[in-house]
């Protein structure tokens, strides 16, 4: 199998872009998929993205994450994506897209600038955390919700000690999350500060591990902190490994978008031998 490619990262979350327009590659097999997101075999990615024609928008992604399977949405791997598609001349600077979870905007200002709107999942917030995992003393749960996919906001005090890839890992595979996992995102706040500020480690499904940045869950840890409903603060920062992402609610409607940069690394060529 053979294809042109961007590999593209949004604060540090990282991606093998295709343009399947013409759907070409009609069939991504998860052993595949995996292949080509393995940092010692493969190209290396948290994710593989597929630029792809849709009825109801201007184009479709499509979102495999490095364990080769398709997720219902992507923050940071969509403002990556949009910018693929409006550099080579797809998509206006305003544009719409289709996702897993619906039907999304996109507004382009430039490479620094790509504001992606986040929908949210009311059905999946009635989850809380489970009675029979026991948290450390020093992290204390805030709050499960579905901005896309699911996330599980966790508050600590000295964020560079927490053990992300441990209790994270538990914590995804945990039943009370089943059968679709979970996202955890830890947080340490300083609530002096003003504007609130926030920091942001994530353990990424998918990934299964920790990812250098995740947008779905930055803006999960946002609204948390906003208090979202109930408190509609119009933006708040948030700092990752990666860089500093900026979550924007509107005050009038159910709108919130996530705000940051996006950088093309490299173009290239999968030549793999012998993949299917």
Request: proline share 6%.
């Amino acid at each position: 199998m053979q294809f042109d490619f961007w590999k593209m990262h949004g604060t540090g979350n990282d991606f093998v872009v295709v343009n399947n327009f013409d759907l070409h590659f009609p069939f991504w097999p998860p052993v595949l998929v995996k292949d080509i997101c393995d940092r010692h075999t493969g190209v290396g990615a948290d994710g593989l993205l597929l630029l792809e024609p849709s009825q109801s928008a201007d184009f479709r992604m499509r979102y495999f994450n490095a364990d080769g399977y398709e997720s219902s949405m992507c923050v940071n791997g969509s403002r990556c994506i949009s910018y693929f598609a409006f550099k080579n001349g797809i998509i206006p600077p305003h544009a719409r897209f289709e996702a897993g979870d619906g039907v999304h905007t996109v507004h382009i200002e430039n490479q620094h600038q790509i504001r992606v709107q986040v929908r949210l999942n009311h059905s999946e917030e009635k989850r809380t955390f489970p009675v029979d995992f026991s948290l450390p003393k020093i992290i204390n749960f805030k709050r499960f919700i579905n901005t896309g996919v699911p996330h599980l906001v966790l508050e600590v005090s000295e964020i560079q000690s927490i053990p992300v890839e441990e209790i994270g890992r538990k914590l995804r595979f945990h039943p009370y999350y089943q059968p679709e996992g979970t996202n955890i995102n830890f947080v340490e706040a300083d609530q002096r500060a003003e504007p609130l500020k926030l920091k942001v480690r994530t353990y990424e499904r998918g990934v299964e591990a920790e990812t250098m940045s995740c947008g779905s869950g930055v803006t999960a840890v946002a609204l948390t902190y906003l208090n979202y409903p109930r408190q509609k603060v119009e933006k708040l920062e948030v700092e990752t490994r990666g860089g500093n992402l900026l979550v924007m609610v509107s005050p009038d409607a159910d709108q919130i978008y996530l705000q940051g940069p996006v950088q093309l690394i490299y173009q290239g060529k999968y030549l793999k031998e012998g993949s299917s």
